[in-house]
């Protein structure tokens, strides 16, 4: 038998290959389908690509590729058997299983168990070899074999990769003693007991001390007190204030030196009266026992309390969290209950399928597509049957329901795809949905060329309106938009007065250390947001040319077109003093209708005069044949071997951005004729006189030392001549467009004659262009079909919510309206909403009403 089989695999061995370090093995979940080894088919593995295929996909593969050896991954879940005394007797598992797979059903682990079954299959023949099989197979085939069931997950790889460490249990989380010294912590009020000071206070779990750390423990300063208190008394381990959750907290370890885990958190605070489970996270460093309307927002945005029906089938699967990754589930669950999405990748699956490249993993429109079709097929959101719900009630394991009904969808290949590169979606971080909207939809603009572009659907024209306060000449301009932002006038609150009398009473508590009273939410009306939306705004450092000179202007943004989609953002978020956004605790009672006819941009008027289409001069620096050189770097490259005037230039051309960025600069140019001569300053032509008649094409040429910087980095000239003029000469936002337009030349040629032309962006709309991470190609053709123009009544149909007080804490939900009634989606469970709090939301989805 061990020869036959030796003859059977003898054609196939040069195809089967043994992981190497680097190699991703996805045998967790199919690159086409959100298929696993506990699925009913089971999941295959290319012993060659290590790519997984769920069964109704592999054939694919093979037609496309050859590849015949694949690996078929089966997991089965059962109960455990019950011995005579009712304890369960755990059953003997497989001695094979397949290490860093995690489990996608819920079920109570201590009741179940699962096995595991491997096998070779060798296609078209279906031909099976069950493994282990260590005697019978070529030395080759058992190693690869081997390799691939003990391989790390994919995403585990990934992960471990990333610049974030996983931070570790403390080793004196176990043993800690903490002394009976009567110490209560109060809700508020905190100062270092050595210093005064109430920023970046640590409270020690041993004895209770409040001290204050330093700036390596979060950048925020300090004068060391906690670390001193450590060195004096060897009690390890701190807590900050101001970062204690239900979900935990940041703990320092002085003995490891580094940020750890505490799993006996909860017990360690409730030692000096803290309850962890009643405690909401404020960055400005107070943290209240939760109070009423604090928890009445996590309440009514989740309807709790409320017997809400589960809901299953298409269009009602739900998203299951990786771990503070809602705020992806929650933006993808409203994109594809819109039919432009659903025709553009799930109308469009099998054609994406059938064209996807060797490796599925890394293409966006193939990963979309199987988002889309798990989200909207029902495969993965199938209702328990009737004898299985009776036979859980008999046993009240309501918890329980069936574990081989999925419970959603876990979107890890998506998510590893679409964060690629990203230093904040990369992360296991919350982040703003808002943000991570723009990313996607510049993502799909990217990888639309071509083909139908799902996103024109939310494109629409800004006309921005700028007026010359002494001229009362204007100039109107028009810039691509995909959100609008409307903001939050708290001082138009209706309650305004409840508000004051809470903010005395709040400070009073604080200066007596006694508990803060019971917050209080401003109740904003929306008609005051679309007006402070429509308001004129000051435009800083503005540059008259009628005047030519600097004057007072104002601006003001309408709608040159209105979207089929509009998305209205409240913009609750802020920046505190240590530069963490904060939310605003407002509500506003957003409309079911919208009408924003009103807002029509109108264009240039009879009885308007435009401002001469003239730019500023070019401020020349005062000695330009003796520039600035940070002489600390050039003596540090100079150190390390490289001629002297080369350090020079290259500290020079950098902008004086340190030795890392010069000596970047350094290795790309080293070959060069010219590396070690002398630096030659660029010589500047005297400017003229401003005149109507000068060429403004003369004013518009990129500074050399602009073009240096970028040409240093790796970007071809050419590339970089484009983005400065397409930036006004802005560096920093030159480099924002290299990375967001990496298309064809002739695209970004056509980008930047628009570019150049537009007045810098505000933060009326949602600075789509000039974020560098959600930065949106504009509409090269405003005229064009690619705007959908028409009326501005729209009806909502969808929104987001936040429960938190920032960006980067809480969770998100969102409710959307489906055959005419609204469902909640909160991470992978999907009900009918009794009361949507339509007033909380964060981000709004308005769908254009016919005109009929």
């Known amino acids: 038998m061990a020869a036959d089989l030796g003859e059977l695999l003898v054609p196939y061995m040069p195809t089967i290959r043994v ?3 680097g190699d991703r093995v996805f045998k967790d979940e199919c690159a086409f389908s959100f298929d696993s080894p506990e699925s009913e088919g089971g999941l295959y593995v290319c012993m060659n690509t290590f790519l997984g295929f769920g069964r109704e996909h592999v054939e694919r593969h093979y037609r496309k590729t050859g590849q015949s050896v694949y690996m078929h991954l089966k997991r089965t879940i059962k109960e455990k ?28 682990c201590d009741n179940y168990e699962y096995e595991d079954e491997a096998k070779l299959v060798i296609f078209p023949d279906h031909f099976e070899i069950p493994l282990p099989n260590i005697e019978e197979l070529p030395a080759l085939v058992t ?17 471990s990769d990333s610049w974030e460490e996983e931070i570790q249990v403390s080793k004196h989380a176990r043993s800690l003693r903490q002394q009976d010294n009567g110490v209560r912590i109060l809700p508020s009020g905190w100062k270092c ?21 330093k700036w390596f423990f979060d950048g925020s300063g300090g004068n060391g007190h906690a670390l001193e208190h450590y060195r004096e008394t060897n009690f390890p381990l701190a807590v900050k204030l101001g970062t204690i959750t239900p979900d935990g907290a940041d703990i320092y370890s002085f003995d490891e030196e580094e940020a750890v885990l505490d799993p006996h958190i909860a017990e360690h605070l409730a030692h000096f009266g803290i309850d962890m489970l009643q405690m909401q996270k404020r960055e400005n460093g107070h943290v209240d026992n939760e109070v009423q309307p604090r928890m009445s927002e996590w309440e009514l945005i989740q309807e709790s309390g409320l017997k809400l029906k589960v809901v299953y089938g298409s269009g009602y699967t739900g998203i299951r969290s990786l771990g503070n990754s809602c705020y992806l589930g929650t933006t993808m669950q409203v994109l594809f209950s819109i039919p432009e999405f659903q025709r553009a990748y799930v109308g469009n699956l099998q054609r994406i399928f059938d ?62 795809l679409v964060s690629k590169g990203h230093p904040e979606f990369s992360s296991n971080r919350q982040q703003d949905a808002q943000e991570f909207f723009l990313h996607i939809i510049n993502l799909v603009e990217r990888n639309s060329v071509g083909s139908e572009n799902p996103s024109d659907v939310f494109r629409f024209l800004v006309e921005e309106r700028v007026q010359c306060c002494q001229s009362r000449k204007v100039r109107y301009t028009h810039r691509v938009d995909y959100l609008m932002q ?37 109740k904003v009306p929306f008609t005051a947001c679309l007006q402070a939306f429509t308001e004129p705004e000051n435009v800083p450092d503005f540059w008259s040319s009628a005047l030519q000179a600097k004057s007072a202007g104002v601006k003001t943004s309408r709608f040159t077109s209105f979207p089929e989609y509009l998305v209205v953002q409240i913009k609750k978020f802020t920046f505190g003093v240590d530069w963490v956004p904060k939310k605003l605790d407002v509500s506003v009672d957003m409309p079911d209708f919208l009408d924003l006819s009103r807002l029509r941009a109108t264009g240039l008027q009879a009885t308007e005069e435009e401002l001469p289409d003239l730019t500023p001069p070019i401020v020349l620096p005062e000695d330009t044949r003796a520039p600035e050189i940070d002489e600390s770097a050039v003596m540090q490259l100079a150190e390390m071997g490289f001629p002297l005037e080369a350090c020079r230039k290259a500290v020079y051309y950098t902008g004086n951005m340190g030795a890392e960025m010069a000596f970047n600069w350094i290795i790309a140019h080293m070959e060069e004729p010219d590396f070690a001569e002398p630096l030659a300053v660029p010589s500047y032509s005297e400017p003229g006189p401003s005149s109507p008649s000068h060429d403004p094409s003369t004013d518009s040429q990129p500074p050399e030392e602009s073009v240096a910087i970028l040409t240093s980095m790796g970007f071809s000239r050419a590339q970089t001549l484009r983005a400065l003029k397409a930036t006004n000469n802005n560096l920093e936002r030159a480099l924002d467009w290299i990375f967001t337009h990496p298309d064809s030349e002739e695209e970004s040629e056509a980008v930047s004659d628009i570019m150049a032309d537009t007045e810098p962006n505000d933060n009326t709309f949602s600075n789509a262009n000039m974020n560098s991470d959600s930065t949106l190609s504009p509409d090269l053709d405003p005229t064009g079909p690619r705007i959908k123009d028409g ?50 939301g964060y981000i709004y989805f308005y769908h254009r009403l016919s005109s009929s």
């Not at 190693?143 to 992960?159: F, G, H, T």
């Not at 005064?196 to 001290?211: A, H, I, K, Q, Y």
């Not at 199987?370 to 918890?399: A, D, F, N, T, W």
């Not at 939050?488 to 009273?517: G, S």
């Open 791 to 840: 009326p501005g009544r729209y009806e909502l149909f969808a929104f987001i919510s936040h429960m938190g007080t920032s960006t980067m804490s809480g969770h998100y939900i969102c409710h959307i309206k489906k055959e005419g009634r609204w469902v909640i989606y909160n991470d992978h469970k999907v009900c009918l909403s009794e009361k949507p709090p339509k007033d909380l």
């Open 81 to 108: 058997a019950t011995g005579a005394a009712g304890g369960a007797v755990p059953r003997r598992r497989n001695g094979k299983v397949f290490l860093d797979f995690e489990l996608s059903c819920d079920f109570n």
């Open 193 to 213: 007991a050595k210093c005064e000071m109430r920023e970046n206070l640590w409270l020690n779990l041993t004895d209770g001390s409040v001290l204050c750390g």
């Open 486 to 522: 409307l903001p939050t006038p708290v001082e138009a609150a209706t309650n305004r007065e409840e508000l004051i009398a809470y903010e005395a009473k709040r400070r009073e508590a604080e200066e007596n250390l006694r508990t803060p009273p019971e917050p209080v939410r401003a």
């Open 355 to 416: 064209y996807s490249p060797l490796d599925p993993t890394q293409d966006f429109s193939t990963q979309m597509a199987k988002l889309g079709h798990g989200l909207l097929s029902g495969l993965y959101s199938k209702p328990p049957m009737k004898s299985e719900l009776i036979e859980q009630v008999m046993k009240e394991e309501h918890k329980v329901l069936d574990l081989n009904q999925p419970r959603g969808i876990s979107p890890r290949m998506f998510k590893a």
């Open 19 to 21: 992981p190497r370090t």
């Open 143 to 159: 190693i690869a074999c081997d390799a691939v069931l003990n391989a790390s997950s994919a995403y585990r790889k990934q992960e």
